[in-house]
């Protein structure tokens, strides 16, 4: 029996070799993350709302408004990670508010432990997310399934 793939298939294999071919270093992706938490340009579902790819913006977990200071400060689902995280800037005398966490040099590396701990959030999983619901948003007014480059 012949391998017959779909052209929706073959579209979804496209995205995945892209996300794969995304060699960035670790300082590069870490320097990415805490850019895309100080703009807002995240792959969180507010974010995602705003430019029509999440129907509420909501967070799955307990359905606030999933922004920065939801993720970081405020959604129960990470109690635990953000009590490492309030542990070790209490350490450093920085406060724990969303202004300290993000500008502050000495606080960086424990607000990026903290979206690994989260496992919510990597460059490639927000690359993947927006690729992924745009590919789906797209894919009934895109008649040859070809992927828009530049994306």
Known sequence: MANIQTPKAAHDKQIFQIIESDNCGPRSCDSSILFR???GHN????????IGLHPY???NECRSPEMVKHFLLQCPKYTNERGKLQHATDKLH???NLQSLLRSHAAAAHVLAYVHDTKK???KAWRYKTLLL??????HSDNNNNFVAGM
């Open 134 to 139: 745009y590919s789906a948003k797209n894919h």
């Open 37 to 39: 938490l100080q703009t």
């Open 43 to 50: 792959g969180l579902n507010f974010q995602l709302h705003r």
């Open 57 to 59: 913006g909501l967070c």
């Open 94 to 96: 920085i406060d724990f």
């Open 121 to 123: 959030h990597s460059v």
